[in-house]
């Protein structure tokens, strides 16, 4: 028989979703990434750094093959990929935490297709940017789960996941320059 971890998820989330009732405007927060240095070194690797920069944590990445890269760290598709993972399986966790689902396994994997002619410039029909974008969850939860919960569960964690929302919707992103 598999026993639930306590958690403190509720307890974590309940008095935010409070003060956000009343408050909207401190439920809106930034998240942020950073490269820096990479000037010194070849075009084809760098460092990101994910985070505020007193938590940020450095990130190594290097660029795909197909574009001239030498593939030999994970490249910024890569990193897209492990972005919408992280956040539908963060996601998924926390909402079967307030379920009171169990699971006992859970992985979710993410690919992205890609014409990288379009970059290249080799064929300006070709836009520039992932054609298409997959994510297959395998999960298992404990024996006695009612399968439908888990579709609930499932339909809520695709709802609920900002990073997923955000690539369905699409976003305006605005770009400055400081040239010194």
């Not at 985070?51 to 190594?60: A, M, N, R, W």
């Not at 379920?99 to 890609?114: C, K, N, Q, R």
């Not at 579709?151 to 010194?180: D, F, M, P």
């Amino acid at each position: 028989m598999i026993t639930k971890t306590i958690s403190n998820v509720r307890e974590r989330q309940s008095h935010l979703q409070a003060c956000y009732r009343v408050n909207a405007e401190k439920a809106l927060i930034t998240d942020q990434a950073r490269t820096s240095g990479g000037v010194d070194t070849d075009p084809f690797h760098g460092t990101v750094h994910a985070g505020k920069p007193d938590t940020s944590v450095p990130l190594h990445f290097g660029i795909h093959a197909a574009v001239g890269g030498y593939h030999d760290a994970p490249n910024p598709g890569d990193m897209l990929c492990a972005a919408l993972a992280a956040c539908m399986d963060s996601t998924l966790r926390i909402i079967a935490d307030r379920m009171g689902i169990v699971i006992v396994s859970l992985e979710v994997a993410v690919e992205a297709e890609i014409d990288v002619r379009g970059t290249l410039v080799v064929d300006r029909n070709v836009p520039v940017g992932f054609r298409q974008m997959r994510s297959r969850i395998d999960i298992q939860a404990a024996e006695d789960s009612d399968p439908g919960l888990l579709q609930k569960l499932v339909a809520a964690a695709e709802y609920s996941c900002v990073n997923l929302q955000t690539l369905r919707s699409g976003v305006v992103v605005e770009t400055s320059v400081n040239i010194g």
